[in-house]
């Protein structure tokens, strides 16, 4: 999971409160030891919360909640973020769930990614940790789908702002088989593999959004992040994955 930031900060940081703080790639939950509070054979509940280690790179007191629960078709996850300070927190979260693809025979080529509505939208180029300022493209063959190539990946993860879409689904021509990633809305979606025929595609629904690479390095500047006033409740998001 990605938490308190998605993606790159320009120059490795960002400032807040008159202080600088230096923070890698996609925050520190994903290397973070969570506890397990609550565990059952379907369903495990797990917890972060803000330290004097945290506070050095992220000086917001928090606690964070991670639900995974297995479906019968699937898997779901659910975050719940708590703002356990006295001031506003400002943070993104998010997904970046890898999908083994072909799963259904045939190559890369043979499949593509559907998008439930119909969109008019444009790539961000994502270089060096950033997105590109001021560069956009196509990428969709249709306005709902994009077809996955050799060639798709190499100028890196396609960022997508505001998709109209709740549902993302890998598909393979008329086949049956699909693996849908299911979201109750997200304002970022990223779409990844590594070049060069990866046996795995990234759909990832984002809360935030990497530093663009003419941003100005303040917290409360930063594209996408999500802003938590103190004692006001949980921000809670989430996304299923469905395999059929």
């Known amino acids: 999971m990605l938490f308190p930031v998605i993606g790159g900060l320009k120059d490795g940081g960002y400032s807040w409160g008159g202080r600088q703080y230096k923070l890698g790639s996609h925050g520190f939950a994903r290397n973070s030891r969570f506890t397990v509070t609550r565990a059952a054979s379907d369903a495990v509940e797990l917890a972060l919360c803000s330290s004097a280690l945290t506070r ?8 964070l909640c991670v639900h995974f629960s297995l479906e019968r078709s699937g898997m779901a996850v659910r975050y719940e973020v708590c703002n356990a300070g006295a001031a506003p927190m400002l943070f993104s979260i998010g997904s970046h769930p890898a999908f083994v693809v072909p799963f259904a025979g045939g190559s890369l080529e043979n499949y593509y990614l559907l998008f439930e509505r119909e969109e008019s939208l444009e790539r961000l180029y994502f270089k060096d940790g950033l997105v590109v300022a001021g560069r956009t493209g196509e990428a969709f063959d249709n306005c709902r789908v994009i077809s996955f190539s050799r060639s798709l990946f190499d100028d890196g993860i396609l960022i997508f702002r505001g998709p109209r879409s709740c549902e993302f689904s890998i598909r393979k021509g008329l086949n049956a088989h699909s693996v849908t990633v299911a979201t109750d809305g997200v304002p970022y979606l990223g779409l990844w593999s590594k070049p060069n025929g990866a046996p795995f595609v990234c759909v990832e629904p ?38 059929a």
């Open 206 to 243: 984002w809360h935030g959004i990497p530093d663009s690479a003419d941003a100005s390095g303040r917290l409360e500047d930063k594209e996408g992040m999500v802003r938590l006033e103190p004692h006001s409740g949980i921000f809670t998001t989430g996304n299923r994955i469905e395999i």
């Open 56 to 63: 050095e790179i992220y000086p917001f007191d928090f606690s």
